[in-house]
């Protein structure tokens, strides 16, 4: 199911399909309790194409470090492009951890709530899939 919910991420992040997860990433979700079942293993698998870590309370500041390097890693073509993956995989984050609250995302990012919107639109990202 998780690869079926990857494949789905990437046409929705208009991402290229990742690396096949390691055995112990795989191990490691079957291994978790997964209260909110699909919707949770969902947006494990939007956070596994957009190359965010995992969601970590303690780690907040080197979690968003992590996440600009691993965006970084296979940048596409252009600065434009670099600064738009960035730009994306940090509002992906933020509204994963505040799972798709966009008043808590606007005030954490120090937007406007309408330059949050218009960067949504933009990147193509949609609130829905991060609630």
Known sequence: MFHHLVRDACSRY??????????EYIQELQ?????????????????????????????????VQLSIQQALKNPPSGLNNQLAAVE????????????GDIKRTYTNLGLSRQTLYNRLKALGLKRKYFI
Request: charged share 25%; proline share 11%.
């Open 88 to 99: 994306k995989n940090l509002i992906a984050q933020e509204l994963t951890r505040n799972k």
């Open 31 to 63: 291994a978790r309790g997964w209260e909110g079942n699909v919707r949770e293993l969902r947006n494990e698998a939007d956070k596994f194409v957009l190359g965010l870590p995992e969601s970590s309370p303690t780690n907040t500041k080197n979690g």
């Open 14 to 23: 208009n991402q290229k399909t990742p690396p096949i997860p390691s055995p």
